[in-house]
């Protein structure tokens, strides 16, 4: 049967869809980009806030409508959260819990009115598709689940309660799966989690990151590693020296939710903004080039005028490299839903504005800073528009004019000019 699968949200949910392409076409079905011509549609769907439930729930309703005949199957988060809500929406004819997803490609299939036999594959069904968007992702940039769940305590969080305890995959496990990648022919891996930091505790592995990341580097020829979002309270100074290999990419997702110290309090979050300051200080004499981005939640309940301030103040000084900002989205079960106080949804969208300028100004300079030099890019696409656009391994979006094939090309690349939030490069050699 034809598959059609898509995912909202965050990197863990893409790295999940992405194993579920592999294991739909290792069972013999076809995994299609055009949703119109599926059998069946997947969504991988998300629920940290209330936008991402109405994103969820607009992505079902859209493709029910361009395919009336597709069976949908609604997976992740909201599935979880809301599976009534869920179930009712059109076009539905599965719900899965993230309890049960890794089932989702088992149940989903039953469906098929003549179920394929499973060609020769990999074990675990990690068999990579050959068309469609999922393989052109594969073969640029995989996302590689290392680890799921939570045991942090953030006041305003729902996915701990969605997603459950932390827990690890064996380091054995995903060095296969990266060697299975590279065989793909993909260039660059990007290690995903709820809690990424927390690698390996539950394994008794107490520097587990670490290790994981040094063996990757070690016993694999993937040209380039790159980590996502990691909670500054699992850094040190000893975590920075993995980046004396060059094959790991100069990038740092470190959230950090606000910049005033009594709201961090009231958010559960185990860090001062002095201690984050001086994390980010040693990242960046260690590393050189290193874009360090961030997530802020604007409009947290207590969140006065002077304590927005102050944390505008404090991201104004962090220079960051990229900012991601939410307004405050009350979450039922959380802590922070009790919480007194509450911010008008009014004024966390002027302070969502006021913050995202600034994250704006912030990555301009940051993108400013290499104009003039050469770096090297991962080259994903071709636009509409006939440009090349890639990434450099501090996560620079840039685009080229090219007249070969750039595609899945790591290649040198003089940065000219800075554009719509890109850079400009010329391709050398």
């Given amino acids: 049967m034809n598959v059609y699968l898509h995912s909202l949200g965050c990197r863990l949910n893409q790295s999940e869809i992405e194993t579920m392409a592999r294991r739909f076409t290792a069972a013999g079905h076809v995994v299609i980009a055009d949703p119109t011509q599926a059998d069946v549609c997947v969504v991988n769907t998300c629920a940290v806030t209330a936008e991402a439930e109405r994103k969820s729930r607009h992505r079902v309703r859209a493709l029910a409508r361009a395919n009336p005949e597709a069976r949908i199957a609604v997976i992740g988060c909201y599935a979880t959260l809301s599976p009534r809500h869920c179930a009712a929406l059109p076009g539905v004819a599965w719900v899965v819990s993230n309890a049960e997803k890794e089932r989702a490609v088992d149940v989903v299939a039953v469906f098929s009115p003549n179920p394929p036999a499973p060609f020769p594959g990999r074990e675990g069904g990690v068999t990579p598709p050959r068309s469609g968007e999922g393989s052109r992702r594969l073969r640029t940039r995989a996302f590689v689940k290392v680890q799921d769940g939570c045991d942090n305590r953030c006041t305003y969080c ?3 309660l969605l997603r459950g305890p932390a827990r690890s995959r064996p380091v054995t496990d995903i060095v296969a799966e990266v060697q299975m990648l590279i065989e793909t022919g993909c260039q660059e891996a990007v290690l995903t989690g709820v809690n990424l930091g927390s690698y390996g505790r539950d394994l008794g592995l107490p520097n587990g990151l670490y290790v994981l990341v040094e063996t990757l580097l070690a016993h694999t020829d993937l040209p380039r590693l790159r980590l996502s979002s990691l909670e500054p ?14 094959r790991l990419c100069h ?19 185990r860090i001062t903004t002095a201690e984050f ?13 290193l874009a360090v981005t961030t997530d802020v939640i604007v ?14 103040d404090f991201v104004a000084a962090m220079e960051f490299a990229r900012l991601h900002v939410f307004p405050y989205s009350p979450r039922p079960g959380t802590a922070a839903f009790r919480l007194p106080d509450q911010v008008v949804r009014q004024v966390s969208r002027a302070r969502a504005r006021a913050m995202r300028e600034l994250g704006a100004e912030q990555a301009f300079r940051f993108r400013q800073r290499f104009v003039g030099r050469e770096m090297i890019v991962l080259w994903e696409q071709r636009r509409r528009d006939g440009l ?5 391994g501090n996560y620079l979006r840039v685009i080229a004019h090219a007249e070969g094939n750039l595609h899945n090309r790591l290649t040198a690349t003089r940065l000219l000019a800075t554009q719509n939030g890109c850079l400009v490069g010329e391709v050398m050699g």
């Fill in 233 to 246: 309270w699992d850094l040190d100074e000893f975590f920075f020296r993995l980046w004396d290999n060059p």
């Fill in 388 to 392: 090349w656009t890639g990434l450099t």
């Fill in 158 to 160: 729902i996915v701990r």
């Fill in 299 to 312: 409009g947290f309940p207590g969140e006065d005028e002077a304590a927005f301030h102050a944390s505008y």
């Fill in 251 to 269: 990038q740092l997702h470190m959230p950090l939710q606000a910049g005033c110290g009594e709201t961090l309090h009231r958010m559960g979050r």
């Fill in 277 to 289: 300051a001086r994390l980010v200080e040693t990242a960046r004499a260690a590393v050189p080039d």
